[in-house]
């Protein structure tokens, strides 16, 4: 690879690396000083939908100006042998992204927690209004200064993938992390800044209970609980917390966008009157849809998606005349709780290893929970043996 990009900016060690790209420490040697340098995938540098929409992209966010996000300073490509090289210059940030100081299994007090999600509502509400929406914000896309500051990056790339015909799949797997997915990108319709929102909501779940809303053993079967699982109360998987947070997270993880904050203010608003020990004003969710109903609607739609995508994914339901139950959502209960919970059925149970979810605790289920199935079926748990 090239040392020297653009004639400026002369590249330095990789700090970074990811499913889309590699990041390098560089110097700008025009302008004398350190920047980090983004250079993207082969696969999607050969794509010139995409490049050119990428581009489009790197400069609107670089018109953003606000401390809370990671500033994008230029963008370009160079000709390379394996062929062009597209490439974004950031802001370069001392400290560590979120999703690894989480992975070191750091525990977050409740006010830090906060004081976390603070910071990036406020970028957001920057964002939105200047009509920019993230679409993949996850503990990976936050980055946390040494002096504690929060910093948001790579707004746009969800975009560009999204607008150049990237399938669901390869957004779960590369953008949108599946346990950070809005319902209404699980199931391919239109994002907007409420999807931002519950991704959020998503993230500080996780840093309070120490493990995201919503698990699964693959991105499918975690975008199908987003849309149709319901959500343990975080008070039940960690009991010192109050009360008042089950009544937060079922607006901000509400599943129809209409019965979520509307806005980053909104959510920000309740966020510090939890703090100080206020009840929050928002209008919790309705609890009158049919489950059975949405939850086949949510099947299909996932399902369609995947197919329009070039996947094949079957949602099979066992014959009608045999069904006797729907599953519950035992994730995150202990095996004595989850067999209660799962009484009438033959219970197999395996261990893994698993960082986001505390030891001795259900990691996972299939069949997923809200599948009807007949008295006596099979159903699988995978007990987490801790981070391993």
């Known amino acids: 690879m090239k040392k020297m990009l653009g004639e400026r900016y002369e590249l330095g060690a990789m700090i970074g690396t990811g499913g889309m790209a590699d990041v390098y420490l560089a110097q700008d040697v025009r302008l004398n000083r350190q920047v980090a340098i983004k250079i993207l995938r ?57 999703r690894e100081i989480v992975n070191k299994g750091e525990r977050f007090a409740l006010n830090r927690a906060v004081e976390i999600t603070e910071g990036i509502l406020i970028a957001l509400q920057y964002s939105h209004k200047n009509g920019i929406i993230h679409r993949d914000i996850k503990p990976g896309n936050i980055m946390i200064t040494d002096n504690g500051d929060v910093k948001v990056m790579d707004f746009g790339i969800a975009r560009a993938l999204a607008d150049t015909g990237a399938t669901m799949t390869s957004t779960w797997n590369i953008v949108g992390t599946a346990q950070y997915l809005s319902p209404e990108q699980a199931t391919g319709t239109q994002a907007d800044a409420r ?75 309740d966020l510090r009157k939890l703090i100080k020990g206020e009840g929050i004003t928002t209008q919790i969710p309705k609890q009158m849809r049919k489950e059975k ?63 986001r979810i505390p030891r001795d605790r259900v990691s996972s289920q299939l069949p997923l929970a809200t599948i009807r199935v ?9 007990i987490s043996d801790g981070p391993g």
């Open 42 to 98: 082969s696969d999607l540098a050969r794509d010139p939908s995409f490049v050119t929409r990428f581009n489009k992209e790197a400069l609107s966010v670089a018109a953003l100006n606000h401390p809370g996000i990671v500033s994008v300073y230029d963008s370009g490509k160079e000709d390379s042998p394996s062929g062009a090289m597209p490439y974004i210059v950031m802001e370069y940030v001392e400290g560590k992204t979120l």
């Open 195 to 269: 999807s931002d929102l519950y991704s959020v909501g998503c993230l500080l779940y996780e840093l309070l209970a120490g493990r995201p809303p919503f698990t699964g053993d693959t991105p499918v079967a975690i975008a199908y609980q987003h849309v149709s699982a319901p959500l343990i109360p975080i008070t039940e998987l960690q009991e010192s917390l109050d009360p008042a947070l089950n009544a937060f997270f079922s607006i901000a993880l509400a599943k129809d966008a209409n019965e979520r904050y509307q806005s980053a203010n909104a959510m920000l608003k």
């Open 293 to 355: 109903s949405r939850n086949r609607i949510a099947a299909l739609s996932i399902a369609l998606v995947l197919l329009v995508g070039g996947v094949s994914y079957f949602i099979l339901s066992p014959n009608q005349s045999s069904v006797t139950r729907v599953l519950p959502n035992v994730v995150g209960l202990t095996e004595a709780q989850a067999r209660q919970e799962l009484a009438g059925l033959t219970i197999t149970i395996q261990r893994a290893p698993d960082p």
């Open 374 to 382: 007949s008295e006596g079926s099979a159903v699988t748990l995978t």
